[in-house]
């Protein structure tokens, strides 16, 4: 996080008057005096149960979760507290709360924000119908949400992660979208399935489990090479094959391989 982006509040005047508070009352260089010194943690303490608190508000009132320069920031802001002070354990009340407000916005967003109008193959055979164009914005729409979502990996837990970005948004509206677009236009539907596993993390791609979570994506995309004819979709076949591998489908890619390249 720059200098210039980070934590407001830490630049502040009264922040700083009580950084130092306590620091000129003894002179006292036991190191297990210091240790028991109850204002050591003054700094932490008066985050948890001052700034946490006013964050939470402000997260339940102004951040966008489809905003990925908000979600950027605010993701950052939460990564820095969480290292900076050690009071801000799981058990801490202010932190579950803000936690909880994330959470639950997020969640917002996907029962208010996300609509993907599925109908016919044939209603989309013109591509600048407005059903069409209507259908390709809300796909991105879902997709910058799913990005943004994913940001909060290693800041909120792998099964809060797994049930908004895979269980809700990837399997419940992405896929669906996906496997329509894979009857319209193949080509289309694998420029999009590219960029969904770019913004999966790299730890979840590269994990021995992968398949678990992302079992319906690995379908997907052997469905799409069903679709594609290797006489002039060989280029495209190869990039099936690359993205199961990227998400541990490596057998599948594989046969595919074999069968079409």
């Known amino acids: 996080m720059k200098d210039s982006e980070s934590v407001e509040v830490e630049r502040m005047k009264w922040f700083n008057l009580l950084l130092l508070y306590g620091t000129g009352d003894t002179t006292d260089d036991d190191p297990h005096s210091l240790r028991e010194d109850p204002d050591r943690k003054l700094m932490s303490h008066l985050v948890e149960k001052v700034v946490l608190v006013k964050l939470k508000d402000l997260v339940g009132c102004w951040w966008d979760p489809l905003s990925h320069t908000q979600t950027v ?7 820095h507290y969480a290292e900076a002070y050690p009071s801000l354990s799981p058990s801490s009340k202010p932190l579950r709360e803000l936690t909880h407000a994330i959470i639950n916005k997020i969640r917002d967003a996907i029962d208010n924000d996300i609509f993907i109008p599925m109908f ?99 379908d997907f995309l052997i469905k799409l090479s069903e679709k594609l004819d290797p006489t002039t979709h060989s280029p495209a076949l190869k990039e099936v094959c690359d993205l199961l591998k990227s998400i541990g489908a490596t057998t599948q890619a594989e046969k595919i391989a074999y069968k079409y390249l």
């Open 120 to 218: 016919p193959k044939n209603v989309y055979d013109n591509k600048n119908s407005g059903v069409s164009l209507f259908f390709q914005r809300q796909f991105w729409v879902a997709w910058k949400l799913l990005s943004s979502t994913l940001m909060w990996h290693k800041v909120l837990s792998d099964s809060v992660i797994h049930d908004l970005a895979v269980r809700s948004l990837l399997n419940l509206y992405l896929l669906p979208a996906l496997n329509l677009a894979a009857e319209i236009n193949p080509t289309d539907a694998l420029d999009k399935c590219r960029n969904v596993i770019n913004a999966l993390p790299r730890s979840w791609v590269k994990s021995e489990g992968t398949h678990v979570f992302l079992g319906r994506l690995e």
């Open 73 to 79: 920031r605010l993701v950052n802001l939460m990564r």
